[in-house]
């Protein structure tokens, strides 16, 4: 294969781990990475970690470019490009500045961040998805600004976390009546209200904003919050309009992710897609995932490296993510509907604890707070899909390998 040209669009995780796999894997040919933003390919998740706790502890600097030698790989990286159009027929890829031909090609153009409507253009109101975001969030960290923080997910407590520590007066406004509701159950959510509180958060959930105005966000219930920033964290898409017409068949009902297969592969021939931006069947679960994790962007690329240099590898992880919130640590492993059903390790209220689901007696998802040892026993558990004694993984003092039956 040392003739073929393989191009790589999106250059975070996803695509750099492509580049990686590819070279490791042994793939001898051309290998070109492209990326809409201009700096060097670098981690989204300590963007609202370490880079604004840094911010907090007045440390400058912190340093979240990927520590990959692209010369040494022969990756050509063209940065500040934005791939516009895919011509998949041509094999081609229409940038702003011209055609790249490709023999294979990779989407992982990953996601944007979801933006508040009537916001666009005003200058206190922040998402916080990239390195420039977070840059231009320090500022409000280090002159500890009064910020309304709207969405109460991962990132809006990743912040709040971090603005807290610097000093900011924080209220977080959630539209659902509790924090993380799209992704746990009431019960497990409602000792997370308790964290804010602790931290000094103002939590208002079940208050969706009906507008922001200079100075302020107003709430549909009328109330007027004082807002020196407003930070948005409620969600993100996976950044795939570029892909319209191209033949790369997309949930154009849903989220518009890249329709991949169990192998990373998308509807278009020698197009593969790996990350944020696309979605998977997952036989492990038995329904199509669309995983925005970042070890999903690690593991994918493996796959879809393979799978490109000719192998036939199916793709069906374990989801895993973390997030650090308010002195916790705070990991997931898994995947649960609300069909399954929830046990609790340990006493919810107290700093330490875990959540299992079981499907029909198989452990298949779990979170940990603080116990990190749950997660690696329990992720291994999923892995192999191991039927669990409800009674025994109940007890947190018991290890959580010795519950399986
Ligand atoms: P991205 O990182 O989004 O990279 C895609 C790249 O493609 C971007 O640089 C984009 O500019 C570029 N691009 C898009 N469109 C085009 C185009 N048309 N042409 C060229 N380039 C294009 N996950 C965890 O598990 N734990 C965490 O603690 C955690 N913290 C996070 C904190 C923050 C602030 C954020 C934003 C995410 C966090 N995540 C975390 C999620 C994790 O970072 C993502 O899942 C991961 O970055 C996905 O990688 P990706 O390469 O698929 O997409």
């Not at 975001?133 to 709207?150: C, F, H, I, K, M």
């Not at 991949?260 to 979605?279: E, I, N, P, Q």
């Not at 640590?329 to 390790?345: C, I, K, M, N, P």
Request: hydrophobic share 45%; glycine share 12%.
């Amino acid at each position: 294969m040392s003739e073929l040209n393989a191009v790589i669009v999106g250059a975070g995780m996803a695509g750099v781990q492509t580049a990686v796999e590819l070279r490791q894997q042994g793939w001898r040919g051309g290998i070109t990475l492209l990326g809409e933003e201009p700096h060097a390919p670098y981690d989204r998740p300590p963007l609202s970690k370490s880079v604004l706790l840094g911010a907090a502890g007045g440390k400058q600097g912190v340093d979240v470019r990927f520590e990959v030698d692209f010369d040494a790989l022969g990756v050509e990286l063209r940065l500040g490009l934005r791939a516009q159009a895919l011509r998949a027929d041509e094999r081609e890829v229409v940038t702003d500045t011209g055609v790249i031909p490709y023999d294979r090609l990779v989407v992982a153009t990953g996601a944007y961040a979801v933006t508040l409507p009537g916001t666009s253009g005003l200058p206190d109101v922040h998402p916080l998805r990239t390195l420039d975001d977070a840059s231009a969030l320090r500022p409000v960290l280090d002159q500890r600004r009064q910020v309304v923080v709207v969405g109460a997910g991962w990132i809006g407590a990743e912040f709040a976390t971090a603005a807290r520590q610097a000093g900011c007066a924080v209220t977080v406004v959630e539209a659902a009546d509790r924090p993380l509701a799209r992704a746990l159950p009431a019960d497990v959510t409602e000792p997370m209200r308790g964290w804010y509180e602790e931290a000094g958060v103002e939590l208002r959930t079940g208050t969706p904003v009906a507008a922001v105005e200079p100075g302020e966000v107003v709430l549909v219930d009328g109330a007027r919050l004082p807002a020196e920033a407003v930070v948005v964290g409620i969600g993100a898409r996976p950044a795939t309009g570029w892909l319209g017409g191209s033949g790369v068949a997309l949930d154009s009902g849903g989220d518009g992710a890249v329709l991949a297969d169990d192998r990373l592969r998308t509807t278009a021939d020698g197009v593969f897609a790996v990350g944020d931006c696309a979605s998977f069947p997952s036989a492990r679960y038995g329904e199509r995932l669309l995983v925005h994790h970042w070890d999903n962007a690690v593991q994918g690329p493996r796959t879809a490296a393979a799978n490109l240099l000719g192998d036939d590898e199916r793709y069906d992880p374990v989801p895993y993510f973390w997030s650090e919130q308010f002195g916790r640590f705070v990991q997931y492993a898994g995947h649960h509907t609300t069909a399954d059903a929830v046990l609790t390790r340990g006493d919810l209220s107290a700093p330490s604890w875990s959540v299992l689901w079981l499907r029909d007696g198989v452990l298949v998802a779990l979170l940990a707070v603080d116990r990190p040892r749950d997660l690696t026993q329990g992720r291994k558990l999923i892995t192999r899909s191991a039927v669990i004694d409800p009674a025994v993984a109940a007890d947190p003092s018991v290890q959580l390998k010795s519950a399986v039956r």
